[in-house]
């Protein structure tokens, strides 16, 4: 049996992160009352969200971790764009 992933769960294969400590002050902290629409059209309140269990694939899809290419190219050349 496949084990389920969890939002919460990062794959074993993700590369790596640089923690600036930009985000040190969320630690513990609770997400506001922010309503936003499904996909199924339901609205969904994030801070009344628990650890969802993640689809099938959803690793393969670009992005769904929180960073698309187009974000990391961003990151990567941030210094070329400001010159």
């Known amino acids: 049996m496949k084990p389920t992933l969890k939002v919460s769960e ?4 993700l590369p790596a992160s640089t923690d600036d ?8 902290r609770k997400l506001p ?4 629409a499904s ?3 339901r ?10 269990v993640l689809p099938d694939n959803w690793d393969s899809i670009p992005g769904a971790r929180g960073c698309t290419p187009q ?7 941030q210094h070329e764009l400001a010159d």
Do not use: K
């Open 33 to 36: 009352a922010v309503e936003l």
């Open 10 to 13: 990062l794959p074993a294969n």
């Open 21 to 28: 400590g930009a985000c040190d002050h969320l630690v513990g």
């Open 43 to 52: 609205i969904v309140n994030m801070s009344r969200e628990g650890d969802s």
């Open 71 to 77: 974000s990391c190219s961003i990151r990567d050349h």
């Open 39 to 41: 996909s199924t059209g």
